[in-house]
């Protein structure tokens, strides 16, 4: 019944399958969602869509699919006589408007979609709920009339709000795309999780258990140790806007699939080049910004830094003093990449840019030198060696 | 079947409703998500007063393993019994503890089961539970015995988005994201809780709560049960409307703060921005 609804879904990437269709057709049948448009909408949300980033693109879906099916089945569209018509548009216009509407030249036009209108209010109100104004459709409203005249959206029923759930599209910031994609990131990041023994000691630790109990003449000692735990923790770093433009998505994606991979991950914007101050997040970037060295205050020795960026740039914003692009810069960048490697003592560079072409760009040279050699391709295969030399 | 509304104390927005009545229906956990502090827990509770139901509560940390929700073989207690020759030794049954599955399916009429922050365990856990919440029954090994459930309990799962949980697991769930709430619920909210709370003061605490949210950068936003707490302390306190109406936000710490910004780095933001502020303002 709602089969091409499911295919839209999946176009769309939500990730819905038979299962779940049949699960929302048995709750039809079930009577969970009555007969109301809202109600099937939250009851086919919470069958279909199982990831709150996913919502946004379902209420996009549902509000192409559903629309203009908002009404009442079986109620057939009335004639209205033209002369009703034009005195009720007399009645709720203004002698202004009314020019105005003239003016505006179709006057026909505009009184075939107030018949229209008025058919459909005529439908909802035997189906038993009220008005509905779907954002930006009536002329009226599009002209500058007053649309409390007509009489249009002005009632807050139920119905509307419901409409307006799925226009409002309330859960686009949580959108975050591209995991999908990204499984194959995972996979190889997946190598850098260290297995560290820490925490509470919950496991049975057999041959020191065997020991003891030898030792304690046969009698039942036992030990325990702490359980194998993802302890590593990551700060990442990316360069953005500039050269990086291309190399977003990729980043975003590796962002992505990194995020729960690791016990911590904090991740900080920068450009081109690391200078005195980083930040978190790149539209409010003046608000979010922290001095570098209190990021080399907050997070320890034991902190893995990564480094996303292509590294492409002047020379001079690498080894000169004031050679950035955007600011003037006390000390030049490669006092701040060393004060970075020094500190954090397992770090990476991860590059986007064909290796093929790594030497054809003097500034990857440099900084591949500051980061000891330690820069990869941002490829599977670089990040597989990127986890290895990070993890040992 | 009773249906799930919204309580006095509990306000449910129709969609929660929806989704609640959906998974009692059909017998599939309900998976909720949101925030921290939106009412999550709250809400099995209000499902199983709702439906006079009893509740378990099963809550998960780090280290729990899918398999003590269903039951454990305390072989050590028998390995202890046998060194003293205790003859409940013999019988294996004995040493089989039941889990809060095994409680849920045994229960002589339905329950609601909580499975509280399923995303606390380890990253398998969800997957260890697929059969036994799909079948809703499970072997036990030790006694070859099966283990159903004489009435499908209403599985209530939450959790905090701290990992990602398996396809298959979800396929299986009905969901629900709790959206913060706005003003207009939110005061339905405090109502519901406080009926005879002051309108200014509550007027003016919502204003400063409002106001410290769209503070970007704190660590831990204050949430729903943060705001009742700090509701209460002002009420406790007897603080007058005026008190909240001075301070703006984003420029001092509101009265009793230690009731919504839960560690030292947010506190920290606020007095920097506060210093910040009174140093604009000379």
Same mark, same amino acid.
């Not at chain 1, 830094?305 to 003037?328: C, F, K, N, R």
């Given at each position: 019944?709602?089969?091409?609804?499911?295919?839209?879904?999946?176009?769309?990437?939500?990730?819905?399958?038979?299962?779940?269709?049949?699960?929302?057709?048995?709750?039809?049948?079930?009577?969970?969602?009555?007969?109301?448009? =809202?109600?099937?909408?939250? /009851? !086919?949300?919470?069958?279909?869509?199982?990831?709150? %980033?996913? +919502?946004? $693109? *379902?209420? #996009?879906?549902?509000?192409?699919?559903?629309?203009?099916?908002?009404?009442?089945?079986?109620?057939?569209?009335?004639?209205?006589?033209?002369?009703?018509?034009?005195?009720?548009?007399?009645?709720?216009?203004?002698?202004?408007?009314?020019?105005?509407?003239?003016?505006?030249?179709?006057?026909?036009?505009?009184?075939?979609?107030?018949?229209?209108?008025?058919?459909?209010?005529?439908?909802?109100?035997?189906?038993?709920?009220?008005?509905?104004?779907?954002?930006?459709?009536?002329?009226?409203?599009?002209?500058?009339?007053?649309?409390?005249?007509?009489?249009?959206?002005?009632?807050?029923?139920?119905?509307?709000?419901?409409?307006?759930?799925?226009?409002?599209?309330?859960?686009?910031?949580? =959108?975050?795309?591209?995991? /999908? !994609?990204?499984?194959?990131?995972?996979?190889?990041? %997946?190598? +850098?999780? $260290? *297995?560290? #023994?820490?925490?509470?000691?919950?496991?049975?630790?057999?041959?020191?258990?065997?020991?003891?109990?030898?030792?304690?003449?046969?009698?039942?000692?036992?030990?325990?140790?702490?359980?194998?735990?993802?302890?590593?923790?990551?700060?990442?770093?990316?360069?953005?806007?500039?050269?990086?433009?291309?190399?977003?998505?990729?980043?975003?994606?590796?962002?992505?699939?990194?995020?729960?991979?690791?016990?911590?991950?904090?991740?900080?914007?920068?450009?081109?080049?690391?200078?005195?101050?980083?930040?978190?997040?790149?539209?409010?970037?003046?608000?979010?910004?922290?001095?570098?060295?209190?990021?080399?205050?907050?997070?320890?020795?034991?902190?893995?830094?990564?480094?996303?960026?292509?590294?492409?740039?002047?020379?001079?914003?690498?080894?000169?003093?004031?050679?950035?692009?955007?600011?003037?810069?006390?000390?030049?960048?490669?006092?701040?990449?060393?004060?970075?490697?020094?500190?954090?003592?397992?770090?990476?560079?991860?590059?986007?840019?064909?290796?093929?072409?790594?030497?054809?760009?003097?500034?990857?040279?440099?900084?591949?030198?500051?980061?000891?050699?330690?820069?990869?391709?941002?490829?599977?295969?670089?990040?597989?060696?990127?986890?290895?030399?990070?993890?040992? | 079947?009773?249906?799930?509304?919204?309580?006095?104390?509990?306000?449910?927005?129709?969609?929660?409703?929806?989704?609640?009545?959906?998974?009692?229906?059909?017998?599939?956990?309900?998976?909720?998500?949101?925030?921290?502090?939106?009412?999550?827990?709250?809400?099995?509770?209000?499902?199983?007063?709702?439906?006079?139901?009893?509740?378990?509560?099963?809550?998960?940390?780090?280290?729990?393993?899918?398999?003590?929700?269903?039951?454990?073989?305390?072989?050590?207690?028998?390995?202890?019994?046998?060194?003293?020759?205790?003859?409940?030794?013999?019988?294996?049954?004995?040493?089989?503890?039941?889990?809060?599955?095994?409680?849920?399916?045994?229960?002589?009429?339905?329950?609601?089961?909580?499975?509280?922050?399923?995303?606390?365990?380890?990253?398998?856990?969800?997957?260890?539970?697929?059969?036994?919440?799909?079948?809703?029954?499970?072997?036990?090994?030790?006694?070859?015995?099966?283990?159903?459930?004489?009435?499908?309990?209403?599985?209530?799962?939450?959790?905090?988005?701290?990992?990602?949980?398996?396809?298959?697991?979800?396929?299986?769930?009905?969901?629900?994201?709790?959206?913060?709430?706005?003003?207009?619920?939110?005061?339905?909210?405090?109502?519901?809780?406080?009926?005879?709370?002051?309108?200014?003061?509550?007027?003016?605490?919502?204003?400063?709560?409002?106001?410290?949210?769209?503070?970007?950068?704190?660590?831990?936003?204050?949430?729903?049960?943060?705001?009742?707490?700090?509701?209460?302390?002002?009420?406790?306190?007897?603080?007058?409307?005026?008190?909240?109406?001075?301070?703006?936000?984003?420029?001092?710490?509101?009265?009793?703060?230690?009731?919504?910004?839960?560690?030292?780095?947010?506190?920290?933001?606020?007095?920097?921005?506060?210093?910040?502020?009174?140093?604009?303002?000379?």
């Amino acid at each position: 019944m709602f089969a091409p609804f499911i295919l839209a879904l999946r176009a769309a990437g939500v990730p819905a399958s038979i299962m779940e269709y049949l699960a929302l057709l048995r709750a039809m049948k079930e009577g969970v969602a009555g007969f109301s448009v =809202d109600d099937f909408y939250h /009851l !086919s949300r919470a069958a279909l869509v199982k990831d709150e %980033r996913h +919502l946004d $693109r *379902f209420d #996009r879906v549902f509000g192409e699919i559903f629309k203009g099916l908002e009404s009442p089945q079986g109620e057939a569209p009335r004639e209205l006589p033209v002369e009703w018509l034009r005195k009720l548009a007399e009645r709720v216009l203004t002698p202004e408007e009314m020019e105005q509407v003239k003016a505006l030249g179709d006057f026909d036009t505009l009184m075939e979609t107030l018949k229209k209108r008025l058919e459909e209010q005529k439908g909802r109100h035997q189906g038993g709920s009220k008005w509905i104004g779907t954002a930006g459709t009536s002329p009226f409203g599009a002209h500058g009339y007053n649309p409390e005249g007509v009489r249009i959206g002005q009632e807050s029923s139920r119905h509307r709000r419901a409409v307006k759930v799925w226009d409002q599209r309330t859960f686009r910031d949580l =959108d975050e795309d591209e995991a /999908l !994609s990204s499984r194959n990131m995972k996979v190889a990041l %997946r190598r +850098l999780r $260290r *297995f560290a #023994r820490t925490g509470a000691a919950t496991e049975l630790d057999l041959p020191g258990t065997i020991g003891a109990t030898a030792r304690n003449g046969g009698s039942l000692d036992l030990h325990m140790v702490p359980e194998r735990h993802n302890a590593v923790k990551v700060l990442l770093l990316m360069d953005i806007g500039g050269s990086m433009d291309d190399h977003i998505r990729i980043c975003q994606e590796l962002f992505t699939a990194a995020r729960s991979e690791f016990k911590h991950l904090e991740f900080w914007y920068f450009h081109n080049c690391l200078y005195e101050r980083v930040w978190r997040t790149n539209r409010r970037r003046r608000e979010t910004e922290r001095p570098t060295m209190e990021l080399l205050r907050t997070y320890g020795p034991d902190w893995r830094l990564v480094i996303v960026g292509d590294a492409t740039m002047s020379p001079y914003e690498i080894i000169q003093p004031g050679g950035s692009v955007e600011h003037w810069n006390e000390e030049a960048g490669q006092v701040w990449m060393s004060r970075a490697t020094r500190h954090f003592r397992k770090a990476a560079w991860l590059n986007p840019v064909d290796p093929s072409h790594w030497r054809y760009t003097q500034s990857i040279g440099i900084l591949q030198r500051l980061m000891d050699n330690r820069m990869y391709p941002l490829t599977l295969a670089g990040l597989e060696t990127m986890a290895r030399e990070l993890a040992r | 079947m009773g249906r799930f509304k919204g309580t006095e104390k509990y306000v449910a927005s129709r969609e929660l409703e929806v989704a609640v009545n959906a998974a009692v229906a059909l017998q599939r956990p309900l998976l909720v998500k949101g925030e921290p502090g939106t009412g999550k827990t709250v809400l099995a509770q209000e499902i199983a007063k709702a439906l006079g139901y009893p509740l378990i509560e099963w809550h998960i940390k780090s280290t729990t393993k899918a398999q003590q929700g269903l039951y454990e073989y305390d072989a050590v207690s028998r390995l202890r019994d046998g060194q003293l020759g205790d003859p409940r030794v013999h019988d294996i049954a004995n040493y089989i503890v039941r889990g809060k599955l095994w409680d849920a399916f045994e229960a002589e009429q339905p329950v609601v089961l909580l499975i509280d922050e399923i995303d606390k365990a380890d990253i398998e856990f969800p997957n260890d539970l697929l059969l036994e919440l799909d079948r809703m029954q499970f072997f036990v090994y030790e006694t070859r015995k099966t283990v159903a459930a004489r009435h499908r309990p209403v599985v209530i799962i939450t959790s905090n988005n701290e990992k990602e949980l398996p396809d298959a697991f979800l396929r299986r769930c009905f969901f629900h994201y709790i959206r913060f709430p706005d003003r207009e619920t939110m005061e339905r909210i405090v109502e519901a809780h406080y009926p005879d709370i002051r309108r200014d003061l509550l007027r003016e605490a919502l204003n400063v709560f409002f106001e410290i949210r769209e503070v970007n950068e704190l660590k831990k936003k204050p949430a729903t049960s943060e705001l009742l707490d700090w509701l209460k302390l002002l009420t406790i306190e007897d603080m007058p409307a005026e008190a909240l109406r001075s301070s703006d936000a984003k420029t001092t710490l509101p009265p009793l703060y230690g009731a919504m910004l839960k560690n030292e780095q947010d506190v920290h933001l606020f007095e920097r921005l506060a210093f910040l502020a009174r140093r604009r303002g000379q």
